[in-house]
């Protein structure tokens, strides 16, 4: 079998390289005492699958699947490199977005919008319990991610006050 790169794929890979390349010596030259290089190291896997197989990063599964694989690659940075707070949180809740938006492209902006409300609502809820359990405050962003489906629902239904 064999394999056609395309243009963008191939300056993906070789931009890929090329960068981690950079930051690679960066980090030895200028912080080699702290290896933040291995942050890094998702991105320039995961732009040039998204250049090299557009439709198949555009599947459910395979974008579950590449979630599950940043969240467990920060997870285990997290616990290795910074146990003391769980900082990969936050990570699995930005990079969840993804694999929502794919998930959710044919259903509607409508449930994207609950689910993402729900989402929303445990994550600032688990940050508050983690930081703070003593001062409640993850009401008020929920009050702005309220607006969300209330504003697709309205547009949606096209209903005048």
């Known amino acids: 079998m064999k394999i056609q790169l395309s243009r963008s794929g ?6 890929s390289i090329y960068i981690m390349f950079f930051l690679v010596v ?5 912080s080699s005492s702290y290896p933040w290089i291995i942050f890094c190291i998702p991105v320039f896997v995961l732009w040039p699958l998204a250049a090299c197989f557009p439709h198949n990063i555009l599947k459910t599964p395979t974008a579950f699947i590449l979630y599950a694989c940043v969240v467990v690659y920060y997870a285990v940075l997290n616990i290795l490199i910074s146990p003391g707070h769980p900082w990969v949180l936050y990570i699995a809740f930005g990079f969840l977005w993804y694999p929502f938006s794919v998930f ?3 259903k509607g902006a409508f449930h994207l919008s609950i689910y993402g409300l729900i989402w929303s609502i445990l994550f600032f809820g688990i940050v508050n319990l983690i930081t703070t359990p003593g001062n409640i405050w993850a009401v008020y962003p929920v ?6 489906p209330l504003s697709v629902y309205f547009f949606g239904s096209k209903r005048t006050f």
């Open 10 to 15: 191939a300056f993906s890979i070789a931009s």
């Open 26 to 30: 960066n980090n030895i030259v200028y």
């Open 104 to 106: 959710f492209a044919k």
């Open 143 to 148: 009050f702005i991610v309220l607006w969300w």
